[in-house]
């Protein structure tokens, strides 16, 4: 049994862990393909990125893809050009998480999946079968 008492919310390091679980059981086609992909956890999107997105609250945005996807060209960097990113929000998906039936893992992964999934292009059943195969 979980002595929930003791347990404290998980860090951004924690976070940072749980994202490279996630990351580990993405297939390895998927992965090798996400070759440059840099992937940051922070506690909240920035004010730039919540008013470019159009963000009520700092709560609306779980994660974000920040760069040239594979469909957009963005398969060899440009001088100058930062590396495609990943940003996962740890207390956005905390709140979520929080509020829904999935464990905090599968929020995770859900939540990477779908991120790299706009570098690919992807479709949400593509993005779907993924995750699938991660669990």
């Known amino acids: 049994m979980i002595d929930w008492a003791s347990l404290h919310a998980p860090s951004l390091a924690d976070f940072e862990a749980l994202a490279e679980a996630a990351y580990a059981r993405l297939p ?65 998906i905390l709140d979520y998480w929080a509020e829904h039936e999935e464990s905090l893992g599968a929020l995770v992964t859900h939540v990477l999946v779908h991120e790299i999934g706009h570098h690919f292009g992807l479709s949400d059943e593509d993005m779907e079968a993924i995750e699938a195969l991660a669990s």
Request: with cysteine; glycine share 12%; aromatic share 10%.
């Open 28 to 92: 390895e086609e998927f992965r090798a393909l996400c070759h440059g992909v840099v992937i940051r956890v922070e506690d909240f999107p920035d004010d730039e990125t919540m008013a470019e997105m159009g963000c009520e609250t700092p709560f609306d945005l779980l994660g974000l893809f920040r760069g040239i996807g594979l469909a957009q060209g963005g398969a060899t960097m440009q001088t100058g050009q930062f590396p495609n990113m990943v940003w996962l929000y740890r207390r956005p």
